[in-house]
């Protein structure tokens, strides 16, 4: 399951990272369904997407045009959040599930510019991102890429590529952006996150971003019907609904608020952006 937004990893061993399981290794791209990883690729102005995800795309830009800004937006709230992590907080180990095809400004990229020595692990189940990560990250130290599904928390955590990399003995950085949001009501997201929550040692942080249709008129909300017959239906959520993910986590201030209001780096921010989607970012604390 992926968000679209940023990650391959068979590092080798001796390069710090985990040698991938062999069921990893062979992945079949579908290009005929629209893949939710490759239309956020278009948004971004990418080339790793095919014509169903272009077609799907556009049938979301129709109704909401400004969906590449806010895709845009939630790339410069990673950076701002991850400068808060690393810098400010000194987190060195960051899983990201749902990491999307490779863009500017991945999260081993924006922590490795806080600390080289960081340790970075993405998770995702999208074939494109799988096969077009491997060429971006084969060779950086200390950065693994897991085949996994958000939705078996148990799996990936027991997972021993994610266990070679990840001490979770020591406070970790859980990013789960713009990826929450493709979990149905059924699949019981809450219950997944609590899963990793409780495999997280106080201290550790979870970040979250989410699409919402708080205050949207119902013609700007068509376009989300696109994604019915993508790899994966959008499902819109309240800011209370996005709040509840952070069950168990103490909220760093502002709390969960649209994509450029947090910890705003200009005007444009401060007065909230596109307000297609919420965000936020808590911490564990301690028992």
């Not at 992926?2 to 040698?19: F, P």
């Not at 103490?250 to 910890?263: A, C, E, H, K, N």
């Amino acid at each position: 399951m992926s968000n679209g937004g940023g990650l391959h990893a068979a590092v080798q061993e001796q390069r710090g990272a985990a040698v991938p399981d062999r069921a990893e290794e062979t992945h079949e791209i579908d290009v005929t369904t629209p893949s939710v990883a490759r239309m956020y690729d278009y948004y971004l102005g990418g080339k790793d997407n095919y014509a169903a995800d272009r077609e799907a795309a556009r049938l979301v830009l129709g109704s909401a045009p400004d969906v590449p800004l806010a895709a845009l937006e939630n790339r410069e709230f990673l950076k701002r959040a991850m400068r808060y992590l690393a810098a400010e907080r000194g987190i060195s180990q960051f899983v990201d599930i749902g990491p999307g095809l490779p863009t500017q400004g991945n999260i081993h990229q924006l922590s490795h510019q806080h600390d080289p020595e960081a340790k970075v692990v993405y998770i995702d189940n999208d074939a494109s991102v799988l096969v077009h990560s491997r060429a971006l990250l084969d060779g950086v130290p200390g950065v693994a890429l897991l085949a996994g599904d958000l939705r078996e928390p148990e799996a990936i955590l027991a997972a021993q590529s994610l266990r070679a990399v990840i001490d979770f003995s020591r406070p970790v950085a859980l990013l789960m952006t713009l990826v929450l949001h493709f979990v149905s009501p059924d699949d019981d997201p809450y219950g997944l996150v609590a899963a990793y929550r409780d495999a997280l040692c106080p201290g550790s942080f979870l970040v979250v971003s989410h699409v919402t249709g708080d205050d949207r008129e119902p013609g700007m909300l068509a376009g989300v019907g696109a994604y019915e017959n993508a790899s994966a239906p959008l499902i819109l959520r309240t800011r209370s609904q996005v709040q509840e993910f952070f069950n168990g986590f103490d909220l760093i201030d502002p709390g969960v608020v649209f994509l450029s209001q947090w910890r705003p780096a200009g005007e444009y921010h401060a007065q909230g952006g596109t307000r297609w989607a919420y965000c936020a970012v808590g911490e564990k604390p301690e028992n």
